[in-house]
């Protein structure tokens, strides 16, 4: 299962200059310094967009795979994703965001974030068994229209024992798997007695005892 990526306009206003001393004034006006890059800007277009418009995006749990609809002030548009967010290192504000840019009719490569569904509830963990999330997002290659926001694995009927790789997702139309399928994304497992455990150390216990036996034995033997 998926749902849709949602797609956020936002006002992209070129800029000249550049450096440290720049962006801390861009910053001071509630702006942040981005820069496009993408096949229409392989030297990269620098430019401002505004905090409030791009933060509930760039802080957000689906930033890689919302679309940004930017309005250029030269006229132009472009759509864009998100690829890397500066952020203060004590403050965590956004400081700097890199975008690239998609275009209609050419796929992109992009991960989408696993998102397990009923797991507490799941058949195996209900018969006292353990799920474990081993693979939480999945790269995929998909037109930038069709970016799934999410995929959805609904753990409810997983017994115990289950596993769930990348190549049994359910993947919506015209979205293909570049993670090898093979990987394991999720499993319920059984989880170790008390009583194995206790069984394990005593065991254990049993061989050293013999082990500090035989050195005693062989001393008086010398």
Do not use: W
């Not at 790269?139 to 694995?153: F, G, H, K, R, W």
């Not at 997702?169 to 319920?188: F, K, N, Q, R, S």
Request: proline letters at 4%; glycine letters at 8%; charged letters at 25%.
């Amino acid at each position: 299962m998926a749902s849709k990526s949602q797609t956020v306009k936002i006002e992209f206003t070129k800029r000249d200059v550049t450096g440290t001393g720049a962006c801390r004034k861009i910053r001071s006006k509630n702006l942040i310094p981005a820069v496009l890059y993408g096949p229409d800007y392989k030297h990269g277009l620098a430019g401002t967009i505004s905090a409030k418009a791009v933060a509930p995006v760039a802080n957000g749990a689906y930033r890689e795979t919302t679309l940004l609809e930017l309005a250029i002030s030269d006229g132009t548009a472009a759509s864009a994703l998100i690829r890397e967010v500066q952020r203060h290192p004590l403050t965590r504000q956004i400081r700097h965001i890199d975008l690239y840019q998609v275009v209609k009719g050419h796929k992109i490569k992009v991960e989408i974030p696993i998102r397990v569904l009923n797991g507490e509830s799941a058949q195996g963990v209900k018969e006292g068994g353990l799920l474990t999330h081993n693979t939480r997002v999945v790269l995929v290659e998909v037109q930038p229209s069709d970016i799934p926001e999410e995929i959805v694995v609904d753990a409810q009927q997983l017994g115990m024992g289950a596993e769930v790789f990348v190549k049994d997702l359910e993947l919506p139309e015209g979205v293909t798997a570049v993670t090898e399928g093979d990987i394991l994304v999720l499993h319920i497992s059984q989880p170790k007695s008390h009583e194995d455990g206790a069984e394990g150390e005593m065991e254990e216990e049993s061989k050293e005892v013999e082990v500090v036996a035989k050195g005693k034995a062989a001393k008086e033997e010398e």
